[in-house]
């Protein structure tokens, strides 16, 4: 997998080219019906499969990514499937998507999310440990929170990433959000090795 900025910005161009959008998560879109409605945050949105499942039903989403390819193929999507897209860089604090869809291009490991902002935050196939604390307090009371990302399992298998600091230990994930209340946790090593949790803030 790439591990620059330049580097994933190649791979989003290459894909772009190459065909078809890649299809949401099955963790994503399995959940969809049951997924609170209001305002939602897309942690490493890359070229936007969830942020459109999100959009597609109405719910104003901020979409965060470092790459600015990324967000230039997620807005050209946007428009093509007429959803509201408002383009601008953030610097520091991100703001909420009040409709559509709010891309945001941010170096996530400088960015600071507002507190009890949203009602649901995906973060999927990204890990930075650093912002475990800022999404539980992002969270508004009673929102949601999807994560799924690779585990140490998924070296024993072709793809995914390799550096062992971007990739989950074993249990890892259950744990790492002690103010949510876990709704649904899974580890599979079957094909590929990831984990994916549900969790809610209490009420």
Known sequence: MPSSLPEWDAKHRRSAQEGEPAAPASFVSE???????GSALDLA??????????????QPVTAVDG????????EQRARASLYV????????????????I???????ERATLPADAFSLILCVQYLQRSLFRQIERALMRGGMLLFETYTHAQLEFEGG?????????????????????TLFYRELG?????????????L
């Open 31 to 37: 959940l969809l019906p049951l997924l609170p409605h």
């Open 190 to 202: 079957a094909g590929k090795g990831i984990a994916s949790l549900i969790a809610q803030k209490p």
């Open 85 to 100: 897209t408002k383009r601008g860089q953030e610097r520091g604090k991100l703001s909420v998507a009040k409709q559509g």
């Open 161 to 181: 990433p390799r550096n062992r600091a971007y990739l989950l230990q074993h249990g890892e994930l259950r744990v790492a959000f002690p103010n949510l209340r």
């Open 45 to 58: 949105c890359g070229t936007g499969r969830h942020t459109l499942l999100l959009a597609s039903r109405r």
């Open 67 to 74: 790459s600015d390819v990324a967000l230039e193929i997620l």
């Open 102 to 108: 709010q891309l945001v291009q941010a170096d996530l």
